[in-house]
């Protein structure tokens, strides 16, 4: 059995503090701690059977009875948490992304890989039963070589602006995740971008400084082109699609719903719409990382979203961004050597 702490009590800290407690067997969460712990929260951890709550994470960094801390607290704080929980001697599941800065990304990838001890990435979606069955049939050799991916992501509402101000921008907050999910399903790494974008959802956006609606072209080093569609709000609800073409085929998957059930009528075929958003989408996705992560742990093996797994996505979102301010494809080797990589 594996303790784990939690750092960070918010939605994300919550999502795992539930899937653990349900679906993880081999692992107990032990203490949880969130600098504006009040009742609520802790009546939540209670009902969970965790009855060590904390405002000061230190707490659970100094508890040797603590394998492992699971990092979701706010973005800033991931790469400095990330270092220290790992000098503290603790396994580290970190959310993503590790940081915005390559720099400070650099040196969680030195303290890691100089401790010996297993750090993992919090991207989700490679543990969606939906993305599984392309990487397994890409993978086998089903659809024979890659020629096209493509990935559709839009969110059914945009968020705050306060949020969007502090986010990194579309392509290190919410774009990350598909660039992902391209060198998941390919196998490859992207060589070169080129990203276009506008603003269509809410003129507060571009005014942040940020878009919200885009569309960015990868090459991949595997000789495939990937194309990515992003939309920071569609009215019918969570759109999470992909496909891979090859020589011998294509595989794609569609949205998740409720249900299958559609109704037919005099006046047109009407199917349920995709669930609302990513708690309901990907809930389960949250259970199967954290028990990939403890498996590793307990199995002495690497863990399947490693730091560079948290390096390479922000990279390629570095070169989008550019690519969008400068109107030119970038390679990704241009982000890397700025910073010596």
Same mark, same amino acid.
């Given at each position: ?113 100089? @401790? +010996? ?5 919090? %991207? ?8 599984? *069955? &392309?990487? $397994? !049939? ?47 399903? @390919? +196998? ?5 971008? %080129? ?8 003129? *507060? &956006?571009? $005014? !942040? ?47 998740? @719903? ?84």
């Amino acid at each position: 059995m594996i303790n784990i702490g939690i750092i960070g009590a918010g939605r994300i800290g919550r999502v795992h503090g539930e899937s653990i407690s349900k679906f993880v067997p081999n692992a107990k969460v032990k203490a949880i701690a969130d600098p504006f712990l009040n009742d609520n929260t802790i009546a939540w951890a209670n009902a969970l059977g965790i009855t060590e709550t904390y405002t000061d994470y230190k707490k659970i960094l100094a508890d040797k009875d603590i394998q492992a801390v699971l990092i979701c607290a706010s973005t800033d704080m991931h790469s400095p948490l990330s270092i220290e929980a790992i000098q503290a001697g603790k396994h580290v599941f970190c959310e993503k992304p590790i940081d915005h800065d390559v720099n400070k990304i650099k040196e969680v990838l030195d303290v890691v890989n100089a @401790s +010996g001890l297993k750090y993992q990435v919090g %991207f989700n979606r490679r543990f969606d039963h939906n993305f599984r *069955a &392309i990487k $397994e !049939a890409v993978a086998s050799g089903k659809i024979g070589k890659q020629q096209i991916i493509k990935v559709t992501s839009r969110d059914p509402e945009a968020p705050p602006i306060e949020y969007v101000k502090v986010s990194g921008g579309i392509f290190l907050d919410m774009t990350i995740h598909d660039f992902d999910m391209v060198r998941y399903l @390919s +196998g490859s790494e992207v060589t070169e971008v %080129f990203a276009v974008g506008s603003v269509t959802v809410d003129p *507060a &956006i571009g $005014e !942040a400084g940020d878009i919200d609606t885009a569309v960015i072209t990868l090459k991949l080093a595997n000789g495939a082109t990937a194309v990515i569609d992003n939309c920071r709000k569609a009215v019918y609800g969570y759109d999470q699609r992909a496909e891979v073409f090859g020589t011998k085929g294509a595989i794609a998957i569609s949205n998740d @719903s409720n249900s299958n059930a559609v109704f037919s009528g005099e006046e047109g075929v009407v199917a349920e719409k995709p669930m609302y958003f990513f708690l309901e989408r990907y809930m389960m996705a949250y259970a199967h990382e954290v028990k990939s992560f403890v498996d590793a742990i307990e199995n002495d093996t690497e863990t399947e979203v490693n730091a560079n797994d948290g390096l390479q996505p922000v990279l390629i979102g570095l070169a989008a961004k550019k690519s969008v301010q400068e109107g030119r494809p970038v390679t990704i080797k241009e982000i890397a050597d700025e910073y010596n990589l």
